[in-house]
Protein backbone atom coordinates (compact mmCIF):
# COMPACT_ATOMS: atom_id res chain seq x y z
CA UNK A 1 0.00 0.00 0.00
CA UNK A 2 1.22 3.36 -1.44
CA UNK A 3 1.39 6.26 1.26
CA UNK A 4 0.66 9.78 0.07
CA UNK A 5 4.57 10.42 1.01
CA UNK A 6 5.34 7.88 -2.16
CA UNK A 7 3.56 10.31 -4.61
CA UNK A 8 5.35 13.61 -3.63
CA UNK A 9 7.69 13.26 -7.15
CA UNK A 10 4.28 13.09 -9.20
CA UNK A 11 3.19 16.51 -8.55
CA UNK A 12 4.04 17.80 -12.12
CA UNK A 13 2.46 15.36 -13.52
CA UNK A 14 -0.61 15.31 -11.36
CA UNK A 15 -1.14 19.16 -11.43
CA UNK A 16 -1.26 18.54 -15.46
CA UNK A 17 -3.55 16.25 -14.81
CA UNK A 18 -5.46 18.47 -12.76
CA UNK A 19 -5.80 21.14 -15.09
CA UNK A 20 -7.27 18.96 -17.73
CA UNK A 21 -9.86 17.50 -15.51
CA UNK A 22 -10.88 21.21 -14.49
CA UNK A 23 -11.60 21.76 -18.11
CA UNK A 24 -14.04 19.07 -18.13
CA UNK A 25 -15.75 20.24 -14.68
CA UNK A 26 -18.75 23.02 -15.03
CA UNK A 27 -16.83 25.45 -13.20
CA UNK A 28 -15.60 29.14 -13.74
CA UNK A 29 -17.08 32.11 -13.30
CA UNK A 30 -18.17 32.92 -16.61
CA UNK A 31 -19.39 29.39 -17.52
CA UNK A 32 -22.37 28.12 -18.95
CA UNK A 33 -23.72 24.95 -17.86
CA UNK A 34 -26.73 23.24 -19.69
CA UNK A 35 -28.91 20.95 -18.37
CA UNK A 36 -27.60 18.35 -20.34
CA UNK A 37 -24.18 19.11 -19.58
CA UNK A 38 -25.10 18.99 -15.85
CA UNK A 39 -26.65 15.82 -16.02
CA UNK A 40 -24.01 14.12 -18.14
CA UNK A 41 -20.82 15.56 -15.64
CA UNK A 42 -23.15 14.27 -12.64
CA UNK A 43 -23.16 10.35 -14.65
CA UNK A 44 -19.31 11.17 -14.70
CA UNK A 45 -18.54 10.36 -11.25
CA UNK A 46 -16.46 8.01 -10.09
CA UNK A 47 -14.54 6.76 -7.09
CA UNK A 48 -11.20 6.96 -7.50
CA UNK A 49 -8.60 5.57 -4.48
CA UNK A 50 -5.35 6.72 -5.97
CA UNK A 51 -4.87 10.08 -4.86
CA UNK A 52 -1.92 12.09 -4.16
CA UNK A 53 -0.76 15.84 -4.59
CA UNK A 54 -2.08 18.07 -5.41
CA UNK A 55 -4.48 18.77 -2.70
CA UNK A 56 -7.87 20.95 -2.36
CA UNK A 57 -6.47 24.19 -0.62
CA UNK A 58 -8.23 25.16 2.39
CA UNK A 59 -10.94 27.18 0.35
CA UNK A 60 -11.86 24.61 -1.91
CA UNK A 61 -12.60 22.71 0.57
CA UNK A 62 -14.66 25.44 2.43
CA UNK A 63 -15.89 26.14 -0.93
CA UNK A 64 -17.03 22.39 -1.13
CA UNK A 65 -18.42 22.36 2.78
CA UNK A 66 -20.12 25.44 1.48
CA UNK A 67 -21.94 22.59 -1.29
CA UNK A 68 -22.23 20.29 1.33
CA UNK A 69 -24.52 21.96 3.59
CA UNK A 70 -27.30 22.76 1.04
CA UNK A 71 -28.50 18.89 1.29
CA UNK A 72 -32.08 18.55 2.79
CA UNK A 73 -32.13 19.44 5.82
CA UNK A 74 -35.47 18.43 7.99
CA UNK A 75 -36.15 21.55 10.44
CA UNK A 76 -33.00 22.53 9.72
CA UNK A 77 -30.98 20.60 12.29
CA UNK A 78 -27.52 20.73 10.78
CA UNK A 79 -27.00 17.47 11.39
CA UNK A 80 -23.38 17.44 9.45
CA UNK A 81 -19.99 18.03 11.04
CA UNK A 82 -17.17 18.10 9.01
CA UNK A 83 -13.16 16.91 10.19
CA UNK A 84 -10.38 17.99 7.71
CA UNK A 85 -7.48 15.97 8.16
CA UNK A 86 -4.26 16.46 6.29
CA UNK A 87 -0.15 16.43 6.80
CA UNK A 88 1.25 14.94 10.28
CA UNK A 89 -2.48 14.61 11.62
CA UNK A 90 -2.84 11.57 9.21
CA UNK A 91 -0.59 9.90 11.30
CA UNK A 92 -2.62 10.66 14.31
CA UNK A 93 -5.64 9.25 12.80
CA UNK A 94 -3.92 6.37 11.57
CA UNK A 95 -2.66 5.55 15.39
CA UNK A 96 -6.43 6.11 16.27
CA UNK A 97 -7.70 3.57 13.34
CA UNK A 98 -4.97 0.96 14.73
CA UNK A 99 -5.94 1.31 18.42
CA UNK A 100 -9.76 0.45 17.30
CA UNK A 101 -8.37 -2.51 15.18
CA UNK A 102 -6.24 -3.69 17.95
CA UNK A 103 -9.29 -3.43 20.91
CA UNK A 104 -12.11 -4.97 17.97
CA UNK A 105 -9.27 -8.25 17.87
CA UNK A 106 -9.03 -8.55 21.45
CA UNK A 107 -13.34 -8.35 21.75
CA UNK A 108 -12.81 -10.76 19.15
CA UNK A 109 -9.90 -13.34 21.02
CA UNK A 110 -7.71 -12.61 18.19
CA UNK A 111 -4.59 -10.74 17.42
CA UNK A 112 -3.58 -8.10 14.60
CA UNK A 113 -0.11 -9.30 12.41
CA UNK A 114 1.89 -7.10 12.12
CA UNK A 115 0.82 -6.68 8.24
CA UNK A 116 -2.10 -5.83 9.31
CA UNK A 117 -1.14 -3.34 11.78
CA UNK A 118 0.83 -1.64 9.18
CA UNK A 119 -2.04 -1.51 6.77
CA UNK A 120 -4.72 -0.19 9.34
CA UNK A 121 -2.04 2.44 10.34
CA UNK A 122 -1.34 3.45 6.90
CA UNK A 123 -4.52 3.83 5.74
CA UNK A 124 -5.49 7.76 6.29
CA UNK A 125 -2.10 7.99 3.77
CA UNK A 126 -4.30 7.17 1.05
CA UNK A 127 -4.55 11.31 0.50
CA UNK A 128 -3.40 13.98 1.25
CA UNK A 129 -6.71 15.42 2.63
CA UNK A 130 -9.15 13.34 4.48
CA UNK A 131 -12.86 14.87 5.11
CA UNK A 132 -14.83 13.03 7.89
CA UNK A 133 -18.28 13.85 8.08
CA UNK A 134 -20.51 13.02 10.53
CA UNK A 135 -24.10 12.60 12.09
CA UNK A 136 -24.45 14.69 14.84
CA UNK A 137 -27.73 13.01 15.99
CA UNK A 138 -30.60 15.39 17.98
CA UNK A 139 -33.75 14.15 19.33
CA UNK A 140 -36.46 15.96 17.62
CA UNK A 141 -40.53 14.26 17.96
CA UNK A 142 -40.43 15.00 13.32
CA UNK A 143 -37.18 14.21 12.58
CA UNK A 144 -36.37 10.63 13.36
CA UNK A 145 -32.68 9.46 13.28
CA UNK A 146 -32.52 7.73 9.97
CA UNK A 147 -33.68 11.51 8.34
CA UNK A 148 -30.63 12.75 9.98
CA UNK A 149 -28.11 10.28 8.41
CA UNK A 150 -29.72 10.15 4.74
CA UNK A 151 -29.30 13.65 5.03
CA UNK A 152 -25.74 13.43 5.81
CA UNK A 153 -25.33 11.28 3.46
CA UNK A 154 -26.63 13.61 1.21
CA UNK A 155 -24.21 16.36 2.24
CA UNK A 156 -21.24 14.01 1.26
CA UNK A 157 -22.77 13.38 -1.83
CA UNK A 158 -22.77 17.21 -2.42
CA UNK A 159 -19.10 17.51 -0.92
CA UNK A 160 -17.61 14.79 -3.54
CA UNK A 161 -18.99 16.65 -6.19
CA UNK A 162 -18.22 20.37 -5.54
CA UNK A 163 -14.82 18.41 -4.97
CA UNK A 164 -14.83 16.80 -8.71
CA UNK A 165 -16.41 20.01 -10.18
CA UNK A 166 -13.10 21.65 -8.73
CA UNK A 167 -10.98 19.40 -10.10
CA UNK A 168 -9.93 17.02 -7.82
CA UNK A 169 -10.64 12.73 -7.65
CA UNK A 170 -12.51 11.72 -4.27
CA UNK A 171 -13.54 8.15 -2.63
CA UNK A 172 -15.73 7.74 0.21
CA UNK A 173 -14.54 5.10 2.83
CA UNK A 174 -16.19 4.31 6.06
CA UNK A 175 -15.31 1.09 7.07
CA UNK A 176 -15.95 -1.28 10.49
CA UNK A 177 -13.45 1.02 12.26
CA UNK A 178 -15.08 4.17 12.23
CA UNK A 179 -17.44 4.11 14.94
CA UNK A 180 -14.91 2.39 17.13
CA UNK A 181 -14.65 3.87 20.70
CA UNK A 182 -10.59 5.20 19.87
CA UNK A 183 -11.95 6.71 16.58
CA UNK A 184 -15.01 8.41 17.87
CA UNK A 185 -12.64 9.22 21.26
CA UNK A 186 -9.97 11.11 18.56
CA UNK A 187 -12.70 12.97 16.25
CA UNK A 188 -13.91 14.10 20.11
CA UNK A 189 -17.36 13.18 18.61
CA UNK A 190 -20.85 12.19 21.17
CA UNK A 191 -21.79 8.70 22.03
CA UNK A 192 -24.64 9.22 19.99
CA UNK A 193 -22.82 10.92 16.76
CA UNK A 194 -22.20 8.71 13.47
CA UNK A 195 -19.25 8.68 11.32
CA UNK A 196 -20.73 8.90 8.36
CA UNK A 197 -17.56 8.80 5.81
CA UNK A 198 -14.68 9.55 5.27
CA UNK A 199 -14.34 11.17 2.42
CA UNK A 200 -10.64 11.11 0.73
CA UNK A 201 -9.73 13.35 -1.38
CA UNK A 202 -7.08 14.60 -3.76
CA UNK A 203 -5.69 14.34 -7.40
CA UNK A 204 -4.99 11.20 -9.29
CA UNK A 205 -3.04 10.15 -12.54
CA UNK A 206 -5.82 7.43 -13.39
CA UNK A 207 -7.46 7.44 -16.81
CA UNK A 208 -10.55 6.05 -15.76
CA UNK A 209 -12.62 4.28 -18.25
CA UNK A 210 -16.61 5.37 -18.70
CA UNK A 211 -18.43 4.43 -16.36
CA UNK A 212 -20.80 1.65 -17.89
CA UNK A 213 -25.18 2.91 -18.05
CA UNK A 214 -26.83 1.27 -15.19
CA UNK A 215 -30.18 0.44 -16.37
CA UNK A 216 -32.74 2.12 -14.06
CA UNK A 217 -35.62 0.18 -15.76
CA UNK A 218 -35.74 -2.80 -12.93
CA UNK A 219 -35.14 0.14 -10.09
CA UNK A 220 -37.97 2.42 -11.37
CA UNK A 221 -41.73 2.65 -11.17
CA UNK A 222 -43.80 5.10 -12.50
CA UNK A 223 -47.57 5.33 -10.40
CA UNK A 224 -50.41 7.69 -11.89
Known amino acids: MNSSEDNMDNGNELNSNRE ?3 AESPRGANAQVTAEQLINWIKSRRSI ?5 PAPTESQIRAAIDCAVTAPDHKKLRPWRFIVTQGNARHDLGRALLAAAEAQAVQEGEELS ?3 RKKTYNMPLRAPVI ?4 THMQVHKKVPPFEQMLSAGAAVQNLILA ?5 FSTVWRTGLLAN ?8 DVGADDYVTA ?3 TGSSPCDMPTRKPIDIEPLLRFES
Open 20 to 22: ENQ
Open 49 to 53: GNLSI
Open 114 to 116: EKS
Open 131 to 134: ITVV
Open 163 to 167: LQAQG
Open 180 to 187: EPAVKAYF
Open 198 to 200: FVY
